[in-house]
C-alpha cells in the first residue's frame, strides 16, 4: 500500500509542477492579471485604419509574434465588416536581456567577505597570447561554473487599412481576412479554460 501511495503522490505533485509551468503567450488580449503574458491590442485611427499589437513574452517566438498579429488584423478587418487589409507599416522589436549567473555551489577560495572585488588573472592561451579569466564570466578553467542566459521577448505592430471589394493581386501587403483567418487558425493557440 504505502508503494502504491508514493507513487500517486509523486504523480499529483509531478501534475501539478507541468500545470504550473510558464507557457508561452497565448493568442489573447493583452490584459494584465493573466496567467500569461502579453496578447493582442488595438486601436482605430480612422474608420478604416487601425494600429494592431501583439506581444509576446520570453518564451513566444518571433514567428509566432509575427502570425498572431498577422491573424489579429485579419479577423478584424471581418469583425468591421471589411473583405481585405493592406498593410501599411510594420516592424518587429526585440526586447533581451543577458543574465550572468555564478554556479550558487561554487564559492571562490577568496570568500564572500570581500564583497565585489574578484580577482581576474591572466593565462597563456594555445597560440593566442596572453588572455585574462574572470571567474563570474567563465573561460576554459570554470567555463561550467557560470550560467549565462540571453532572454528574448518580441512585440509586432502594424498599421491596416481595411478595404471592401476584391484584394487587388498584384499587391504584395494586401491580404484577403478570410483567406488569412483560414489558413492561420489551426496554428493558433488559444488560452486553456480557467478552473
Keep these: 500500500m504505502k508503494k502504491t501511495s508514493v ?16 507557457t508561452p503567450t497565448p493568442y489573447q488580449p493583452n490584459l494584465p492579471g493573466q496567467q500569461a503574458s502579453g496578447g493582442f491590442s488595438e486601436m482605430r485611427i480612422e474608420p478604416d485604419r487601425w494600429r494592431v499589437s501583439f506581444a509576446g513574452n520570453t518564451l513566444t517566438e518571433r514567428s509566432t509574434v509575427e502570425g498572431y498579429l498577422l491573424f489579429r488584423a485579419a479577423e478584424l478587418t ?40 574578484r580577482p581576474s588573472w591572466r593565462y597563456m592561451g594555445y597560440g593566442y597570447g596572453w588572455r585574462s ?39 504584395p ?11 492561420l487558425r489551426p496554428r493558433i493557440q488559444y488560452p486553456a479554460p480557467r478552473k
Design 133 to 171: 579569466w574572470d571567474p563570474f564570466w567563465g573561460d576554459p578553467f570554470w567555463g561550467d561554473r557560470v550560467d549565462v542566459r540571453t532572454v528574448e521577448k518580441f512585440e509586432a505592430t502594424a498599421e491596416i487599412i481595411m478595404r471592401h471589394g476584391a484584394k487587388p493581386a498584384a499587391d
Design 78 to 117: 471581418l469583425q468591421n465588416g471589411y473583405e481585405w487589409f493592406t498593410i501599411e507599416d510594420r516592424h518587429t522589436e526585440r526586447g533581451a536581456r543577458t543574465y550572468v549567473e555564478p554556479d550558487p555551489l561554487y564559492r571562490p577560495w577568496y570568500g564572500p567577505a570581500y564583497g565585489y572585488w
Design 173 to 183: 501587403r494586401a491580404f484577403d481576412a478570410k483567406a488569412v483567418v483560414e489558413n
Design 7 to 22: 507513487a500517486v503522490a509523486a504523480a499529483l505533485a509531478l501534475a501539478g509542477a507541468v500545470a504550473g509551468c510558464p
